[in-house]
């Protein structure tokens, strides 16, 4: 029991280490100029903030259709065509595949990033100017993640496209030697 | 046991004489519940943050592109031959080229420079 118990502390002390290690990394200074500005200038900062919040949410809103939509009502669709002729599919299911488990991606990272943007929209920043400038940095690195997801998802809809180009390059070929 | 008797046929009629009482708050009390259930679902769920319909999105909420409207569905039954392969492409390129018109959540706009607080915020290690 004693050796259980000497163990469960040692589980429980390296993850307060840890987390406070993580934490440490994560932390963002500001000098005293900044602090001062952000200050000097909250009302207005939180201003930009409400505003980007706002239009991210309405980008999040129409990207999350049109990459549903590429999914469901495109990708999907030539899926099926081709399985009902019996083409061989496999680089589109792939990508189609690769394609939700980014878009699902994208959902979750989108979350996190609006998440930590409300958190730091919560803080007072006229008193608390460092804790609402790491909060802004945590915002900062989330919405640089949902911009990779982004780019991520539209490269696989040209690798969706390339595959496209070359099925029709073989049919193309093939109907200009008469099988 | 007499007295046990009697208070049970009180508790008995004091239920009785105020059902409709007692039915009312337990409909509220149920109500409450599942409302406090539906909320929390709402908000853990994401939902919320893409809500437009609540009052701080007005001014953006006719800017929501309505992709059922313009978007062409492509029929999953027929042939594949060179002429359906092209129609599909063209839906394709065209969506693909309305994705990549923008560069969704992209510049920096949280940066200190652009949320105009100074230049330098440097990260320990």
Same mark, same amino acid.
């Given at each position: 029991?004693?050796? @259980?118990?000497?163990?469960?502390?040692?589980?429980?002390?390296?993850?307060?280490? =840890?987390?406070?290690?993580?934490?440490?990394?994560?932390?963002? %200074?500001?000098?005293?100029?900044?602090?001062?500005?952000?200050?000097?200038?909250?009302?207005? $900062?939180?201003?930009?903030?409400?505003?980007?919040?706002? @239009?991210?949410? =309405?980008?999040?809103?129409?990207?999350?259709? *049109?990459?549903?939509?590429?999914?469901?009502?495109?990708?999907?669709?030539?899926?099926?065509? =081709?399985? @009902? +002729?019996?083409? +061989?599919?496999?680089?589109?299911?792939?990508?189609?595949?690769?394609?939700?488990?980014?878009?699902?991606? @994208?959902?979750?990272?989108?979350?996190?990033?609006? %998440?930590? *943007?409300?958190?730091?929209?919560? $803080?007072?920043?006229?008193? +608390?100017?460092?804790?609402?400038? %790491?909060?802004?940095?945590?915002?900062?690195?989330?919405?640089?993640?949902? +911009?990779?997801?982004?780019?991520?998802?539209?490269?696989?809809?040209?690798?969706?496209?390339?595959?496209?180009?070359? =099925?029709?390059?073989?049919?193309?070929?093939?109907?200009?030697?008469?099988? | 046991?007499?007295?046990?008797?009697?208070?049970?046929?009180?508790?008995?009629?004091?239920?009785?004489?105020?059902? #409709?009482?007692?039915?009312?708050?337990?409909?509220?009390?149920?109500?409450?519940?599942?409302?406090?259930?539906?909320?929390?679902?709402?908000?853990?769920?994401?939902?919320?943050?893409?809500?437009?319909?609540?009052?701080?999105?007005?001014?953006?909420?006719?800017?929501?592109?309505?992709?059922?409207?313009?978007?062409?569905?492509?029929?999953?039954?027929?042939?594949?031959?060179?002429?359906?392969?092209?129609? #599909?492409?063209?839906?394709?390129?065209?969506?693909?080229?309305?994705?990549?018109?923008?560069?969704?959540?992209?510049?920096?706009?949280?940066?200190?420079?652009?949320?105009?607080?100074?230049?330098?915020?440097?990260?320990?290690?």
């Amino acid at each position: 029991m004693k050796s @259980f118990v000497r163990v469960f502390a040692l589980i429980v002390a390296s993850v307060v280490v =840890l987390s406070a290690s993580s934490a440490t990394v994560n932390a963002v %200074q500001i000098t005293p100029e900044q602090e001062q500005r952000i200050k000097t200038n909250c009302v207005s $900062i939180k201003s930009s903030l409400t505003q980007l919040a706002t @239009f991210d949410t =309405l980008l999040r809103v129409n990207r999350g259709q *049109l990459y549903e939509s590429i999914a469901t009502k495109l990708m999907d669709r030539f899926n099926a065509r =081709l399985a @009902f +002729n019996r083409v +061989n599919g496999d680089p589109f299911t792939t990508t189609t595949s690769d394609y939700r488990a980014g878009l699902t991606t @994208f959902r979750a990272d989108y979350l996190a990033y609006k %998440q930590d *943007l409300s958190t730091a929209l919560a $803080i007072d920043c006229a008193k +608390n100017p460092t804790e609402f400038a %790491q909060a802004i940095d945590a915002a900062r690195t989330k919405r640089t993640k949902v +911009n990779d997801d982004v780019k991520a998802l539209d490269r696989l809809i040209t690798n969706y496209q390339t595959s496209t180009n070359e =099925l029709l390059g073989r049919y193309q070929q093939a109907e200009g030697t008469g099988r | 046991m007499d007295d046990l008797q009697q208070t049970a046929e009180q508790q008995g009629s004091f239920i009785s004489r105020h059902r #409709f009482f007692i039915l009312v708050g337990l409909t509220i009390v149920a109500a409450l519940i599942m409302v406090s259930v539906s909320l929390v679902i709402y908000n853990l769920s994401g939902a919320a943050e893409l809500d437009l319909s609540r009052p701080g999105y007005k001014e953006v909420r006719d800017q929501v592109i309505d992709e059922e409207a313009t978007f062409e569905n492509y029929s999953a039954a027929g042939q594949i031959n060179t002429t359906t392969i092209n129609e #599909f492409k063209d839906l394709l390129d065209d969506q693909a080229a309305a994705a990549a018109a923008v560069d969704a959540f992209g510049g920096d706009p949280l940066g200190p420079d652009s949320l105009d607080y100074g230049t330098t915020v440097s990260t320990s290690e």
